[in-house]
């Protein structure tokens, strides 16, 4: 999906509960933030919200 000097890369983003168990994945391009990701795995989290 992305590029580096060293060929193609890709990113698995996850988000996990308590346990480790993922609730969401997401590939990315490697060289794409990480932030981003992260803030649309939270939003519609309540705040204070137990996985």
Known sequence: MGHSRGGLTTKI???VDAE???I???L???QAG???VRTA???DLDP???L
Request: aromatic share 4%; no cysteine; proline share 14%.
């Open 41 to 43: 795995f939270v939003a």
């Open 34 to 36: 990480d932030a981003p």
């Open 24 to 26: 969401r994945l997401k």
């Open 13 to 15: 983003h996850a988000l």
């Open 28 to 30: 990315t391009p490697g």
């Open 20 to 22: 480790g168990r993922p």
């Open 48 to 50: 204070g919200a137990t």
